[in-house]
């Protein structure tokens, strides 16, 4: 069941409404409940697997705040981090770490007898184990006590809202929040449901729409050359933040007509000025996952600058893999890393060219040049992201810069004609100038004093979803995958 369909309207009015209708002590039942049909509607065999990290991190919870011992506390983390992590070696990177054994092994005129295993990667999955080894690894530390309800436990891993593609929750934010009892209040219905709207829009219009033509340029690359290429990579820079924010706005908002507080996932990151920046406004979730539990663990900035270099580069590079078991996407952790490197080395000389540029006008504009800079930085590295192999990304490179003959073969249209483009330009338009407005004042469309303009607001855009729209069976949202 994917947000923007019908079935999920449906799901949603019906969930909500149990929610506020049943006594408060059966609520986590229900939610639970739908949780699991909603899980299942994908693929409902691999149900179990959640089932069984479930037991295993609960009860290994409940031993490492009970065990004193240092060592044998130790080694239940252990058991519950290669329960989960095996999960995801298991279905997500058997078949690829397979795979460059068998080419390492041909170049060495050998076979490999090790078999193939022909599975579906559980949607969702890089996620919700990430949620779970963090219960684990903060009860482990001592900042989380362990959860004695089997049912609120499995609730917290399995929240529908987030459940296939974030946010990646910490036990301290969402855990109590499933004891509180949640009265029928106006304003988080109201609240939530804006921002629902807010997220369909960003991915029906803007996100499904950008795809029609990323797609076609990406799925037949050899047909195209200089202009499109160069579009298609820009358009897929939006498409894919439109479509995961859009969900994160979706997740955040269903959750919280229910009175539930989800953290936030996004905020503008191409309004960035650097690559720190940007990583601190995307996938936010994710980005202080790995900070928390891997870049501070292994001495974040508190040593050596050789080594401090090498935290960072190590840092994304895992986060390359955790996306995708593709050489494309190690690769394209690898940028990000090196792209942060670079920063840090050029620093002191970025700080005397700032101070130059740092008044009136000048200012202004270095600024913008900075936010281009970063989009194109990120963009080059996306890049990679949508790329189906490396060979196609190199394609894409060398053809970028070639302008002859530009799309003589297909059209990249797709017999839409120049409308593909101009609504596509409108609405990217409408989303910054929203965006813009409601971080400068004071979120102003969203919780504004004037109903008028909040009413006027939501209606302007439940008249673009329902015009402007790609309402397609096939349009999934991309980190589905993860």
């Not at 609730?155 to 910490?170: D, H, K, N, S, T």
């Not at 989800?262 to 980005?287: D, G, K, Q, V």
């Not at 483009?421 to 004093?449: D, R």
Request: aromatic content about 20%.
């Amino acid at each position: 069941m994917i947000f923007n369909s019908l079935s999920f309207v449906f799901f949603f009015i019906v969930v909500t409404g149990l929610y506020y209708l049943l006594p408060h002590r059966f609520r986590w039942f229900m939610l639970l409940a739908a949780s699991c049909f909603f899980y299942m509607f994908f693929k409902p065999v691999y149900i179990l697997i959640l089932a069984g990290t479930i037991v295993i991190d609960y009860y290994a919870g409940l031993q490492l705040e009970k065990i004193q011992d240092k060592k044998r506390k130790k080694w239940f983390l252990i058991i519950s981090l290669i329960a989960n992590i095996g999960v995801l070696v298991v279905f997500k990177y058997y078949n690829f770490i397979n795979e460059n054994i068998t080419t390492l092994l041909m170049q060495m005129g050998m076979g490999n007898p090790i078999p193939y295993l022909k599975i579906l990667l559980p949607i969702g999955l890089s996620f919700h184990t990430f949620q779970a080894m963090s219960y684990t690894i903060e009860v482990y530390r001592g900042n989380q006590k362990a959860e004695r309800h089997f049912g609120i436990y499995a609730l917290y891993v399995m929240f529908y809202p987030q459940l296939v593609a974030g946010p990646i929750e910490r036990p301290q934010n969402v855990l109590h929040q499933f004891y509180e009892k949640h009265p029928l209040l106006y304003e988080n219905i109201s609240a939530g449901l804006k921002l629902m709207l807010w997220g369909f829009f960003k991915k029906v219009v803007i996100a499904d729409r950008l795809a029609i033509g990323v797609n076609e340029v990406y799925e037949h690359l050899d047909q195209y050359t200089g202009i499109p290429l160069i579009l298609a990579t820009a358009m897929f820079s939006i498409q894919i933040y439109c479509d995961f924010s859009g969900y994160s706005d979706i997740a955040l908002g269903s959750a919280r007509v229910m009175g539930f507080r989800l953290m936030e996932n996004f905020n503008r990151p191409y309004a960035a000025t650097t690559i720190s920046e940007f990583w601190s406004r995307w996938h936010i979730s994710l980005s202080t996952w790995f900070r928390d539990y891997l870049y501070i663990p292994l001495g974040g900035n508190r040593v050596k600058v050789p080594r401090w270099y090498f935290n960072l580069f190590f840092v994304f590079l895992v986060s390359g893999i955790w996306h995708g078991a593709n050489w494309t996407f190690i690769l394209w952790g690898a940028l990000h890393g090196a792209y942060l490197i670079f920063a840090l080395v050029t620093k002191p000389i970025a700080e005397k060219i700032r101070k130059i540029f740092d008044k009136g006008f000048t200012a202004v504009m270095y600024r913008l040049l900075n936010v281009g800079m970063v989009f194109g930085l990120t963009t080059f590295a996306w890049l990679f992201f949508r790329a189906q192999s490396f060979k196609d990304a190199v394609y894409v490179i060398k053809h970028a810069f070639k302008f002859q003959g530009l799309n003589v073969q297909r059209d990249i249209y797709l017999n839409n004609g120049q409308d593909f483009f101009v609504v596509a330009l409108f609405a990217i338009l409408f989303m910054e100038v929203v965006q813009y407005v409601n971080a400068n004042y004071n979120n102003v469309l969203f919780q504004g004093k004037s109903k008028l303009l909040r009413w006027a607001f939501c209606f302007v855009l439940l008249l673009l979803i329902c015009t402007l729209g790609v309402f397609h069976s096939d349009t999934e949202f991309i980190y589905f995958q993860f």
